[in-house]
């Protein structure tokens, strides 16, 4: 794999996370109307159709490596869309993607603790300034069970993204996908069956698109997490709030008020600033004489 650069890999995820936002606003529109447990897998199963197709093309080796963190980040993956649909389905779009956007925060001790990684002063800045903008938003006195489990969400993701680090590199995009779509389909299946309702397959096409928007997510986090380490680039997760409050306005009419907008800001201008740091800072390594 060619390097990443770190202004390449944020603009990526940058790119992810609107992309993101439009599967979000696919699993509100659905609301209540559809069961739970079948929705989500629906969702994995077209995402395994859509990508079988260039799976089967590309001819993949080694189909079975690394398939125990293949397994891990599925279930993972699984417990956190379940939350997901919950946590969208009660709250305002761009208030569920707020609390989302703590897994950036939640990432960096974790990547240090299980990696190894080493926290500068100004991503850890960035990171708290980002965290306070979310808490500006939700504001404490309005969290609930609703709340919770979008925090569920957000430690899901974060953890799914620290774990790419454990998948073979040698791997595709598609494949890494597929497979860990596939691996997590048994438990999903017998998830539909303890919720006992009767298949209504009018929500998978509804279902499928949203998975191919989240498939394009998760495409460039694998890309973006396998090259550049995390606590460089995970400020940009934070960006889809702003698609999160134009979608949520223009699809569902919602308002956002001052505190969305100050909140907004603290998380925005710290990416800004991360970027231009370590554009500068590369550029410093560059012209310093090796040794």
């Not at 093309?57 to 690394?66: A, F, Q």
Request: some cysteine; aromatic content about 10%; overall charge positive.
């Amino acid at each position: 794999m060619k390097p990443m650069s770190v202004g390449v890999a944020m603009l990526l995820l940058v790119f992810g996370n609107q992309i993101a936002i439009l599967s979000d606003a696919l699993i509100k529109s659905v609301g209540n109307e559809v069961a739970v447990f079948q929705f989500v897998f629906f969702r994995q199963l077209s995402a395994v159709l859509i990508l079988l197709p260039f799976f089967l093309w590309s001819r993949p080796h080694n189909v079975y490596e690394g398939i125990k963190w293949h397994a891990v980040r599925a279930h993972v993956w699984l417990f956190g869309a379940i939350f997901m649909v919950y946590a969208i389905s009660a709250m305002p779009l761009a208030t569920a993607n707020a609390i989302f956007y703590a897994a950036p925060l939640m990432m960096l001790p974790l990547a240090s603790l299980f990696f190894g990684e080493k926290l500068s002063s100004q991503t850890i800045a960035a990171a708290i300034m980002g965290f306070i903008g979310v808490i500006v938003i939700i504001r404490p006195d309005q969290i609930d069970i609703a709340a919770l489990a979008a925090l569920v969400v957000a430690l899901s993701i974060a953890v799914n993204n620290l774990l790419i680090r454990k998948l073979p590199k040698q791997q595709s995009v598609v494949q890494t996908l597929l497979v860990t779509n596939l691996v997590g389909i048994p438990a999903s299946l017998c998830l539909v069956a303890i919720e006992g309702q009767p298949w209504d397959w009018s929500a998978f096409p509804t279902a499928a698109l949203s998975s191919m928007f989240i498939l394009i997510y998760a495409a460039t986090c694998v890309l973006t997490y396998r090259a550049v380490d995390s606590n460089k680039i995970a400020s940009a997760e934070y960006s889809g709030l702003i698609g999160a409050v134009a979608v949520g306005l223009v699809w569902f009419g919602e308002m956002p008020d001052i505190y969305m907008a100050i909140g907004t800001l603290m998380i925005v201008v710290p990416i800004i600033w991360l970027t231009k740091h370590e554009r500068k800072q590369r550029k410093l390594d560059c012209k310093s004489p090796t040794t």
